[in-house]
């Protein structure tokens, strides 16, 4: 039983943590209940060898107890496999991926329409309302359009990997058609960040932007040269009450050796 739930141990550890290539739901479904079963199994073992040895309370709470702790680090592992293995599998790839895009179409710079380019402008204005909102608008584009590509990429892994399956014909067509949705959504954010770089004064705010960034890392450089001096000095203070505490009690106890070597009556000798 010992060697049965170790090598099932080591499986799980295995496919968790070095299985990198795309896995079945069904891999991960049975992954993650074997890996909450071993985990679970051998923890309650392991609590309830240890409260029976210490002999704190009676086999009955010993068990109840163990097998409390065994169900909860059980069912935390089963839903930390899960989650983890499902998202190896091509329907965990295609879920993230359209929770991408669905972060691109919630945005305002692309699920809006704007009937020129000074209404998109506005908006920006609006919106981010600093002195330099035109670079800001510029930047969280490009974050839209990193997350379209790896949408993308994640929906072609997922198309892959379950092409030429009977069972993932439809599943196919959803990708095929997230695709679509990319492509859309990409033809969207390139012709507004070519007016917001475009702008007369978009270069003159990323100067401006680019000064308030230095001047941030400036302050953080300094916040931190003075947080290390202050801890230094710190440092310095308590080790000076530490040496000033070890000679006040190294002068005590000479004092006291001092009259306890010549305690009794003094005799003088003339």
Request: net charge positive.
């Amino acid at each position: 039983m010992k060697k049965l739930l170790l090598k099932s141990l080591a499986g799980v550890l295995f496919c968790t943590f070095i299985q990198v290539k795309p896995i079945s739901e069904n891999t991960a479904k049975y992954g993650s209940i074997a890996g909450g079963v071993v985990v679970g199994g051998l923890t309650g073992a392991g609590t309830y060898y240890y409260l029976t040895k210490t002999e704190q309370i009676d086999s009955k709470t010993s068990a109840l107890l163990s097998v409390l702790a065994g169900g909860a680090a059980g069912g935390l592992t089963w839903w930390m496999l899960d989650s983890w293995l499902s998202s190896l599998t091509p329907r965990g790839k295609y879920k993230a991926a359209m929770k991408l895009v669905g972060y691109v179409e919630a945005d305002s710079l692309v699920n809006r329409n704007f009937s020129s380019q000074e209404e998109l402008v506005s908006h920006i204005n609006a919106r981010f309302g600093t002195s330099w909102p035109l670079a800001l608008a510029r930047e969280q584009s490009m974050s839209l359009a990193a997350s379209l590509n790896s949408a993308r990429s994640l929906s072609a892994q997922a198309y892959q990997e379950a092409s030429g399956q009977i069972e993932y014909t439809a599943f196919c067509s959803d990708c095929k058609n997230l695709d679509d949705r990319i492509d859309q959504l990409a033809k969207k954010i390139e012709p507004r960040v070519n007016v917001i770089v475009n702008h007369k004064d978009y270069h003159f705010q990323v100067k401006l932007h680019e000064k308030h960034l230095e001047a941030e890392r400036e302050r953080a450089h300094q916040a931190q040269l003075n947080q290390a001096k202050l801890s230094h000095d710190s440092s310095e203070r308590d080790k000076d009450r530490y040496i000033a505490g070890s000679n006040r009690r190294d002068d005590r106890n000479f004092k006291r050796d001092v009259l306890n070597n010549h305690a009794g009556p003094v005799t003088l000798t003339i």
